[in-house]
């Protein structure tokens, strides 16, 4: 059941193009805001605080309820960030399932772990970072000049 649902995740409200849900990568901040339907809120940056996350808002699939960053180059959505305390295990597994065994990782036994894939038929890179307790899955524009090596 969570495999569908990270499906979801994925693909609903997706274009064949590269694009997170509701966003459209290279958005401002005020369309994020807008898509999102109130989702999503401005974040002042502050002292301390991440400087290219503009947007933050929840975001739930299925039993899986995150809070999402947007992040931006200057004004422009570069990608979005979900993250997640509790079930990160299910949603690696969820993850293995979906993009399959063909990823890079690097990580620290005990520590914590990294997955990234390369999704070209959607357009999207994503990774997943595992910190014990907490994650993080991160989805961005793929480089289609990156698609052939090096």
Not at 83 to 103: I, K, S
Not at 111 to 134: E, I
Request: hydrophobic share 35%.
């Amino acid at each position: 059941m969570r495999y569908t649902l990270l499906l979801c995740i994925v693909c609903v409200g997706q274009p064949a193009e590269a694009h997170w849900q509701y966003t459209k990568w290279g958005m401002s901040p005020e369309q994020v805001l807008t898509a999102s339907g109130g989702r999503a809120v401005i974040v002042e940056a502050g002292p301390g605080s991440d400087a290219d996350v503009r947007n933050r808002g929840p975001y739930v699939s299925g039993d899986y309820e995150f809070t999402a960053s947007f992040h931006y180059k200057g004004s422009k959505l570069t990608s979005v960030s979900l993250g997640m305390d509790g079930a990160c295990g299910a949603l690696r597994g969820d993850l293995l399932r979906l993009y399959g065994d063909e990823f890079q990782t690097i990580g620290v036994p005990g520590l914590a772990q990294s997955y990234f894939w390369k999704d070209y038929k959607k357009g999207n890179a994503v990774s997943f970072l595992n910190f014990g307790t907490h994650c993080v899955l991160t989805y961005s524009e793929v480089d289609p000049k990156t698609q052939d090596g090096l």
